[in-house]
């Protein structure tokens, strides 16, 4: 095969590969990237409020707050009617599979992040709220 | 190109697959099943439990198998079928992992470019296997795998197209939220307060989301350019560095880590074709 032929098939079989991937949607291991990720998608981030609404560590628990809300995306994503219940559920069971159980009076929050216009300029402002509220 | 030096990057890539599952921690269940987990709940679930035993298993068919690739007759069998049975196992014990309520992206590369060196390894054992054709064959493999991950970058980018209706490059600047997110997320992982201050750097691009948008844009335009890396050596060499600087920005700016993606681009995109061509040079 001629060097020209050669580097037509291969760019041909890019093309394929690349419509495949994008008719299958996402299915190990052929879609190779997320579906969700358009900028200003990701607005906050999960995290763990105490009675007053401060917010607390997970460190050392094994999960993150960044798991969570994959999790929260992910679940909400697959049409389910109500994917914060899912997550508070998710976290209870990770936690007791762990060996740990949620601290009394500890909520799960979440910390709203988002990018606003003002005088023709972009500002980013932070709002903690309760993890209902989550866009 | 030497067939022992596509064994030993063939290798590389098996003993990333290998260390990955090996530090998985077992599932126990499939709550969300995902891909195969959907048609083949039992085995998927199987591989799930049991991530150190597929490592082990991984590990036997990658050392059996490897060195025999692409050689004569029943080695050359035993070798093929040995690495797409690794590739198997792989993709079983990923799509576990990606059945547990959030899908990951880490590792598809890491399991199409196994796919497709065990799909090269069967299909060289059809060709009549003479001194002459044997050196042919190192390259085509690596055409393939470079065709595989450019066909990955080039949907990615496509993706970011179709997902916002084209408009990816003119809402890059709000993706300086995920700056602010990750940040926000390291400090709840590592315990600090999430209200103190962002670091000097964080700080500095949430006050100037242009350069982030134009920072991501350019990563959007390298996907899309990415199959330009079948056109010749020069080229992928090129494309797999710019590939390579595009994941360390995501992962500076964003936290977005894909290190298996950097050590596939370094060694079939860089690495490789460097080799190829100092040999070349040296040859007269």
Redesign the interface.
Known sequence: MTAPS??AW??G???A??IA??VVG???????????????L????I?VVDGDGR?V????TGW????L???L???AT?GDPDPVA?VRA?LLADAARAGHSLPVGLRLGW?A???VEEQGE?R?T?R?GPLEDAP | MRVMVLRLATGLTALLAVGRVATMAPLPAL??P???ATVWPGIVGIAGQHPAVVAALMALLGVGGVPAMFRRGAAGVVGALALASMSALH?LV??AA?SQ?????G???L??TL?ALSAMALWSLRRRHDDGQVEHIPQRVV??V???I???????G???L???GGR?ML????????V??TT??HQ????????EALPPAASWL?DH??VVGVT?SLGLLVELVA?LA??GRLPTILIGALLIMFHRVADGLM?LGFPYHEALLLLWCVLLPLWTWWRSERQP
């Not at chain 1, 996402?26 to 200003?40: H, I």
Request: aromatic residues 6%; charged residues 15%; hydrophobic residues 45%.
């Open positions: 050669r580097r291969l760019l079989g890019c093309v590969l690349t991937g994008q996402e299915c190990f291991p052929l879609s190779p990237w997320p579906m969700y990720e358009a900028p200003g990701h607005r906050g981030v995290v917010p560590s997970l460190a050392g993150s707050a960044a798991r809300q994959k999790r995306i992910a679940t697959r899912s998710a910390l992040i988002d990018v972009l980013v932070e903690l | 709550p969300f995902h891909g195969l993709v990923i799509t990606n309520g959030a899908i990951h992206h590792q598809q590369l399991s199409q796919l055409d393939i470079t065709m595989v450019a066909s990955a970058y080039l949907g990615a496509v993706r970011k179709l997902a916002t990816w809402d890059a600047p709000l993706l300086v939220a995920d602010v997110k926000r997320d709840v992982d590592v315990g600090a307060p999430v209200f949430v989301p242009g991501f199959p079948l056109l936290g």
